[in-house]
């Protein structure tokens, strides 16, 4: 679906940030070879996936929305490095 989306908006998948809230979209996000944040702020995810998420290697999380302006600055500057989540 990842690299679908990618092709379709004609951009290379290592130029994509991928929002996910699910380990199973995250891992996907991550095999197209995109940079990947885990979103744990919606009301369906329950208390202590932050910790479940990072035990599976995920190391960007934001739990409220207003912190991807700064996550993308990040990306933007390079800043995630070879590290894909």
Not at 26 to 50: C, D, E, K, N, Q
Not at 56 to 77: K, Q
């Amino acid at each position: 679906m990842y690299l679908f989306a990618a092709k379709t908006l004609g951009v290379s998948p290592e130029r994509c940030l991928v929002v996910e809230d699910s380990i199973a979209g995250l891992t996907t996000a991550r095999a197209a070879g995109m940079r990947a944040i885990a979103f744990v702020g919606a009301s369906h995810i329950p208390a202590g996936y932050a910790l479940v998420l990072r035990e599976t290697g995920v190391t960007r999380i934001m739990a409220h929305m207003d912190e991807l302006p700064s996550f993308v600055e990040s990306g933007v500057r390079g800043d995630f490095g070879d590290v894909l989540s």
